[in-house]
Protein backbone atom coordinates (compact mmCIF):
# COMPACT_ATOMS: atom_id res chain seq x y z
CA UNK A 1 0.00 0.00 0.00
CA UNK A 2 1.41 3.94 -0.94
CA UNK A 3 0.89 6.28 1.75
CA UNK A 4 1.27 9.50 0.66
CA UNK A 5 3.00 12.38 3.00
CA UNK A 6 2.83 15.73 1.72
CA UNK A 7 1.47 17.73 -1.84
CA UNK A 8 3.42 20.42 -2.60
CA UNK A 9 2.37 23.35 -5.17
CA UNK A 10 5.20 23.79 -7.89
CA UNK A 11 4.40 27.29 -9.41
CA UNK A 12 5.76 28.62 -12.78
CA UNK A 13 6.40 31.99 -12.35
CA UNK A 14 7.50 34.73 -15.14
CA UNK A 15 9.84 36.45 -13.09
CA UNK A 16 11.77 34.56 -10.46
CA UNK A 17 13.40 37.46 -8.08
CA UNK A 18 9.72 39.43 -8.37
CA UNK A 19 8.10 36.04 -6.88
CA UNK A 20 10.49 34.72 -4.41
CA UNK A 21 10.39 38.92 -2.77
CA UNK A 22 6.10 38.49 -2.83
CA UNK A 23 6.45 35.10 -1.27
CA UNK A 24 8.40 35.65 1.35
CA UNK A 25 8.18 39.50 1.97
CA UNK A 26 4.63 39.68 1.23
CA UNK A 27 3.06 36.31 2.53
CA UNK A 28 6.21 35.60 5.30
CA UNK A 29 7.48 32.72 3.67
CA UNK A 30 11.40 31.48 4.03
CA UNK A 31 13.75 30.43 1.97
CA UNK A 32 14.72 26.83 2.25
CA UNK A 33 16.89 26.49 -0.52
CA UNK A 34 17.52 27.61 -4.35
CA UNK A 35 18.94 26.19 -7.30
CA UNK A 36 21.20 27.43 -8.48
CA UNK A 37 22.45 28.24 -4.54
CA UNK A 38 23.00 32.17 -6.00
CA UNK A 39 20.47 34.25 -8.17
CA UNK A 40 19.63 34.31 -10.79
CA UNK A 41 17.35 30.78 -9.53
CA UNK A 42 15.75 28.23 -11.37
CA UNK A 43 14.21 26.79 -9.05
CA UNK A 44 12.86 28.35 -4.87
CA UNK A 45 11.50 26.06 -2.24
CA UNK A 46 9.55 28.36 0.64
CA UNK A 47 8.24 27.41 3.15
CA UNK A 48 6.07 28.33 6.54
CA UNK A 49 4.97 26.52 9.73
CA UNK A 50 4.94 23.10 7.77
CA UNK A 51 3.86 24.36 4.38
CA UNK A 52 5.87 24.10 1.27
CA UNK A 53 5.61 26.50 -1.76
CA UNK A 54 8.26 25.85 -4.88
CA UNK A 55 8.74 28.57 -7.07
CA UNK A 56 10.25 27.59 -10.67
CA UNK A 57 11.65 30.39 -13.26
CA UNK A 58 10.01 30.07 -16.71
CA UNK A 59 12.69 29.69 -18.73
CA UNK A 60 13.84 26.85 -16.38
CA UNK A 61 10.46 25.08 -17.41
CA UNK A 62 10.63 25.86 -20.89
CA UNK A 63 14.37 24.00 -21.16
CA UNK A 64 12.76 20.95 -19.22
CA UNK A 65 9.43 20.66 -20.23
CA UNK A 66 8.21 22.98 -23.16
CA UNK A 67 4.33 22.05 -23.44
CA UNK A 68 4.22 22.89 -19.64
CA UNK A 69 5.61 26.40 -20.38
CA UNK A 70 2.79 26.95 -23.44
CA UNK A 71 0.23 26.99 -20.68
CA UNK A 72 -0.92 30.76 -18.92
CA UNK A 73 0.63 31.63 -15.96
CA UNK A 74 -1.83 31.83 -12.98
CA UNK A 75 -4.59 29.48 -14.75
CA UNK A 76 -7.89 28.42 -12.33
CA UNK A 77 -5.17 26.97 -9.64
CA UNK A 78 -5.82 28.23 -6.51
CA UNK A 79 -3.53 27.63 -2.98
CA UNK A 80 -6.13 27.18 0.19
CA UNK A 81 -3.90 27.56 3.31
CA UNK A 82 -5.23 27.27 6.45
CA UNK A 83 -4.02 29.34 9.23
CA UNK A 84 -3.95 30.77 12.58
CA UNK A 85 -5.30 34.39 13.03
CA UNK A 86 -6.38 34.71 9.43
CA UNK A 87 -7.34 38.80 10.10
CA UNK A 88 -4.02 39.71 11.80
CA UNK A 89 -2.65 38.01 8.66
CA UNK A 90 -4.63 40.14 6.18
CA UNK A 91 -3.88 43.27 7.71
CA UNK A 92 -0.36 42.60 7.80
CA UNK A 93 -0.50 42.07 3.99
CA UNK A 94 -3.55 43.97 2.31
CA UNK A 95 -1.36 47.08 1.50
CA UNK A 96 1.31 44.87 -0.34
CA UNK A 97 -1.07 42.32 -2.54
CA UNK A 98 -3.91 42.53 -4.80
CA UNK A 99 -6.65 41.74 -2.77
CA UNK A 100 -9.35 38.94 -4.57
CA UNK A 101 -12.02 38.73 -1.68
CA UNK A 102 -11.96 40.01 1.81
CA UNK A 103 -12.16 39.07 5.09
CA UNK A 104 -15.31 36.99 4.88
CA UNK A 105 -17.47 34.22 7.08
CA UNK A 106 -18.19 31.14 4.81
CA UNK A 107 -21.34 29.67 5.74
CA UNK A 108 -19.09 26.29 5.94
CA UNK A 109 -17.56 27.98 9.32
CA UNK A 110 -14.48 29.05 7.80
CA UNK A 111 -13.37 33.01 7.94
CA UNK A 112 -11.40 33.23 4.73
CA UNK A 113 -9.62 36.56 2.68
CA UNK A 114 -7.60 36.04 -1.28
CA UNK A 115 -4.88 38.16 -2.60
CA UNK A 116 -3.25 37.20 -6.34
CA UNK A 117 0.12 36.45 -6.30
CA UNK A 118 2.04 38.75 -9.26
CA UNK A 119 1.63 35.71 -11.77
CA UNK A 120 -2.18 35.75 -10.93
CA UNK A 121 -2.11 32.46 -9.28
CA UNK A 122 -4.95 32.99 -5.94
CA UNK A 123 -4.43 31.95 -2.53
CA UNK A 124 -7.12 31.90 -0.11
CA UNK A 125 -6.01 32.18 3.33
CA UNK A 126 -8.84 30.99 5.49
CA UNK A 127 -9.34 29.85 10.20
CA UNK A 128 -12.07 27.57 11.62
CA UNK A 129 -14.33 29.44 13.35
CA UNK A 130 -15.58 28.45 16.37
CA UNK A 131 -19.20 27.04 16.27
CA UNK A 132 -22.13 28.31 18.06
Keep these: MTTFRSLTPNLVVADMERSVAFYRDVIGLEVIRTVPDQAPFDFAWM ?6 VFLNAIEAVRKESPALAERPL ?5 LYFVVEGVDALF ?21 EFAVKDPDGYYLTFAQEMEQP
Excluded: E, F, N
Aim: proline letters at 6%.
Design 47 to 52: QRGGVD
Design 74 to 78: GGSLT
Design 91 to 111: ASIRDRATVAMTPTTQPYGMR
